[in-house]
């Protein structure tokens, strides 16, 4: 099967690489079709383009934007889009703004434990893209209050945790809107880290395709192997396509690299299935 990667994130939101480094990583991997998908921001996109034509790779554009639904934060990856469509840029600059409002009580709820200054020392993490939740978990392991990624989001930033703050981000229906109006593909990235139960996740898969959705990620970097036939599964039941994403954020920072994911389970359409750019490179 054609290696296909449709997530991934670069410096313009909590990737280590920029998106031309990105691109040449993905190539020197062997991904043929690749998706650069930043959280909440297509800014990386030019540049992505540009690498990737000289790399002999196919780039879709693409972003993933930060949803509350029913209470929870959950990921929508818009695959295709149209990058310079007003909605979508103005969806997006208006989720990148409140990120920095949230930014500010993160700060805050930790200098209440004794972290001072971390909006600053986030902010000395990041590149010139958006500050997150990423940002500020680096500083911290870099000032010592956790040995690694997965220690930092155990004990701090998440709920129940000192650091943590909830957030308004956009509706599932603005954000399926905003992704069609730019002529993309709505897909829900990695469903199975929502720990949703059976109900839920059912009320989220049938209103998602009920709002012009089309897609959920089954093989996922985020994902167990073990999930990947029951989200294919799932896929088929609300006459879904299927996904295939690393959710690569660069060296060490990431469970799987570029071009190791399996390919999706044989029962499975792909949402890819009928994009020329990926069957031209398929025949
Ligand atoms: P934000 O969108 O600012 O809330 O930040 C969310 C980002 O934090 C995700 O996109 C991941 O990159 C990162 N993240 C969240 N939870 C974890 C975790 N348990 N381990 C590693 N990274 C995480
Ligand atoms: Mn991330
Ligand atoms: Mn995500
Ligand atoms: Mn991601």
């Given amino acids: 099967m054609i290696k ?28 043929q079709v690749l998706a650069l998908t930043d959280h909440d921001d297509v800014a990386g996109i030019g540049e992505a383009r540009e690498a990737a034509a000289q790399a002999g790779l196919t780039l879709i554009a693409g972003t993933e934007i930060s949803v509350s639904w029913r209470n929870r934060t959950l990921h929508i990856l818009g695959l295709r889009i149209d990058p310079e469509h007003p909605a979508l840029q103005q969806g997006l600059a208006r989720i990148r703004e409140s990120r920095l409002v949230r930014a500010q009580r993160i700060a805050e709820e930790l200098a209440k434990i ?5 909006l ?9 893209g958006i500050i997150s939740r990423t940002h500020f978990a680096r500083f911290l392991i870099a000032n010592g209050h956790a040995k690694d990624m997965k220690s930092v989001f155990k004990r701090y930033l998440v709920k129940g945790k000192p650091g943590y703050v909830q957030h308004a981000w956009a509706s599932l229906e603005e954000a399926v809107a905003w992704i069609l109006a730019a002529g ?16 839920l996740m059912g009320d989220l898969l049938a209103e998602f395709k009920q709002l012009g959705g089309a897609g959920m990620e089954v093989v996922s970097g985020s994902h167990h192997p073990d999930q990947y036939g029951q989200y294919a599964l799932l896929a ?21 690299d570029m071009g190791r994911l399996p390919d999706l389970p044989s029962q499975c359409e792909p949402v890819w299935h009928d994009w020329q750019e990926v069957l031209a490179r398929a025949a």
């Fill in 184 to 199: 993309g593909v709505a897909v829900i990235a990695h469903p199975g880290r929502y720990d949703l139960g059976k109900t």
């Fill in 236 to 256: 088929r039941q609300f006459g879904l396509r299927a996904s295939r994403g690393s959710d690569y954020h660069g060296p060490g920072h990431s469970y799987m």
């Fill in 114 to 118: 004794g972290i001072a200054d971390s």
């Fill in 120 to 128: 600053e020392g986030a902010r000395a993490q990041t590149a010139e």
């Fill in 4 to 31: 296909v990667d449709l997530h991934s994130h670069s410096t313009v939101s909590d990737g280590l690489m920029t998106p031309r480094e990105l691109v040449r990583h993905a190539a020197a991997q062997g991904v």
